[in-house]
């Protein structure tokens, strides 16, 4: 079992360019999320899967989209990248207690 | 709108010394409420969670305590070692799925 994997694990990207961050799970897990993380301000939930086929907005949704591909994989998509969504982002699933997360795609935006 | 708080935002203790750290939520309908430890450059991981049922768990040298009337839950660490330093975060979460993070908190234990 590889739990939850996340790709690109670094990413540097222009102001403007798009980008998808990749989030794959192997557990048979229903929910899925994505996560910022910024100093000081510990997780943020960006959006969330409850199930497939379903997703909904969290506390920072603006500025990303999501695709819930199929019960292993929910990507999250940055259309227009801005310096502000500078940020570590983990992604998570669970089947209903404890969340497990993906090792973490740093994302820096010049 | 959904929120919780965590407090405090750093705390450094001599080894062997307790620890506690304490979260409050806003949304009522929250029922399950974890606490995951951060090691620096990790992922965080579940240490230990309490359900809207139960008012305390304990596991070894970590338990937890739920005051459901107040809103309020807290995390004790007894005789902490340095290998407890690491970044904690509370969160609350409802049937729904959504789950709301604390801040975190910093643990420094000194040798």
């Known amino acids: 079992n590889a739990g939850v994997t996340q790709t690109p694990k670094f990413q540097v990207l222009k102001t403007g360019q798009s980008m998808t961050l990749q989030c794959a799970q192997d557990?048979?897990?229903?929910?899925m999320y994505w996560y910022r993380q910024d100093p000081g301000m510990g997780l943020r939930l960006i959006y969330y899967s409850a199930s497939e086929g379903t997703t909904d907005k969290g506390e920072v949704p603006n500025g990303y989209n999501v695709s819930r591909l199929n019960k292993r994989e929910f990507s999250l998509r940055l259309e227009s990248a801005a310096p502000s969504q500078t940020s570590v982002y983990f992604c998570a699933s669970t089947a209903g207690n404890e969340q497990f997360f993906g090792p973490g795609t740093r994302l820096t935006v010049l | 709108g959904e929120n919780v708080e965590q407090h405090p935002s750093t705390l450094s203790v001599q080894e062997g010394d307790s620890a506690v750290i304490k979260c409050t939520y806003s949304d009522s309908a929250s029922n399950y409420f974890p606490w995951y430890k951060q090691e620096l450059g990790k992922r965080p991981q579940l240490i230990i969670d309490?359900?809207?049922?139960?008012g305390e768990k304990k596991d070894q040298r970590i338990a937890v305590t739920l005051n459901k009337t107040a809103k309020h839950f807290s995390l004790h660490i007894t005789e902490t070692q340095p290998e407890d330093s690491a970044v904690y975060f509370c969160?609350?979460?409802?049937?729904?799925?959504?789950?709301?993070f604390g801040p975190g908190t910093s643990l420094s234990v000194i040798p």
């Open positions: 557990m048979n897990h229903n929910s």
């Open positions: 309490i359900r809207s049922n139960v």
């Open positions: 969160a609350a979460s409802k049937r729904s799925g959504k789950v709301i």
